[in-house]
Structures are given as C-alpha cells and as structure tokens.
C-alpha cells in the first residue's frame, strides 16, 4: 500500500505534502531530520492520509495535490470536501 499525506506544521503555520509507504514513520523523519525544507517548521503532525493500492496511483494523486498552490483547496481535501 502506498499513502498519500499532508502534514501541518503550527509553528510554521504550513503544509507538507508527500507519499510514503509509511506516513507515520515518514512523520518521525520530518521530525527529526536535521535539514532541509522541514527541519525549518518542526513540530509536524499528520493532518490527512489517503491509502492507494499501487505506487502510481499514489504519485498522481500526491502530484494533483502539489499542483493546488491554494491553501484553501489543501484544506478543503483535509475537510474531505474534495476528494483526490
């Protein structure tokens, strides 16, 4: 299986979307990772992950999430009003 998912960040008040085999390890990573994009805006937390069968499915789906710049569509899909 693989996820897509959108992690939040309070401090930064930001999104991060991505696709793991595991949204919870990969939160563990962003958490602690020591550079980069993420280390920026620790603490994330996983605020929405969607389970797809094939690895190809969940690159569309994460790459038709990262085309909506709107931080008003990123949370319409939290809300679950847009389906990916």
């Not at 920026?40 to 710049?69: G, I, N």
Request: proline share 2%.
């Amino acid at each position: 299986m693989y996820y897509v998912y959108i992690l939040y960040s309070e401090s930064g008040d930001r999104y991060y979307k991505g696709m793991s085999q595991n949204p919870e390890n990969r939160l563990m990573y962003h958490n602690s990772k020591e550079k980069g994009y993420t280390s920026r805006y620790r603490p994330w937390k996983l605020v929405w992950k969607k389970e797809f069968d094939t690895k190809q499915e969940a690159l569309a789906a994460e790459q038709q999430l990262k085309k909506w710049k709107s931080r008003i569509m990123i949370e319409r899909v939290i809300n679950g009003e847009v389906k990916l």
